[in-house]
């Protein structure tokens, strides 16, 4: 992804913390985003959603009033959102097995942990721009497809149903997953 343009990128960033946005902000400058706009919860972001044009969302999870699960599930599943389909990515510093499995339900695109870094920022940019995945409908979800990679020539043994069933729980790191 160097020497991409990222200029012409809109970005919102979602968090309650105003240092936080404030890093993100520089974090995204110094990628050449110089679209961006500021919310400091989700009842904020809806409205800046809904009166601008906003390519990417990062959000945090814990906020007051409406929290980034509640925001994202808004944009999902909402008749009045206007953008469905946008990447949004879930930042927080409450990385646990739980608060990623929300956040996925939730229809999240991506996660990533804080203490925030270029690196991670720039890894997620990356990912939703030129790995975008297919959105699906599968009962009440709607969002982009949960699997990372379908190996349709695999012909082996289905090993996270037979791990599920035999109640084992595989060490977690959210870096690991998105």
Not at 14 to 31: H, P, T, Y
Not at 67 to 78: E, N
């Amino acid at each position: 992804m160097n020497g991409m343009d990222l200029s012409s990128l809109s970005v919102l960033v979602v968090d309650d913390n105003s240092n936080m946005r404030k890093i993100m902000g520089a974090i995204l400058k110094s990628f050449g985003i110089r679209a961006i706009h500021e919310a400091e919860d989700g009842l904020q972001a809806l409205r800046i959603l809904t009166a601008r044009d906003v390519d990417i969302i990062f959000t945090d999870l814990m906020m007051q009033p409406v929290d980034g699960l509640a925001f994202i599930r808004w944009i999902r599943t909402s008749p009045a959102s206007p953008s469905p389909y946008i990447p949004i990515v879930m930042i927080t510093g409450h990385a646990t097995k739980r608060s990623l499995d929300e956040a996925r339900m939730a229809g999240v695109t991506e996660f990533l942990a804080k203490p925030l870094n270029a690196r991670g920022v720039m890894h997620r940019l990356n990912e939703v721009i030129n790995n975008p995945r297919p959105f699906v409908r599968v009962g009440a979800y709607f969002g982009p497809c949960r699997r990372r990679r379908i190996d349709h020539e695999f012909a082996g043994q289905e090993r996270r149903a037979a791990a599920r069933e035999a109640g084992e729980e595989a060490d977690f790191d959210p870096e690991d997953v998105y």
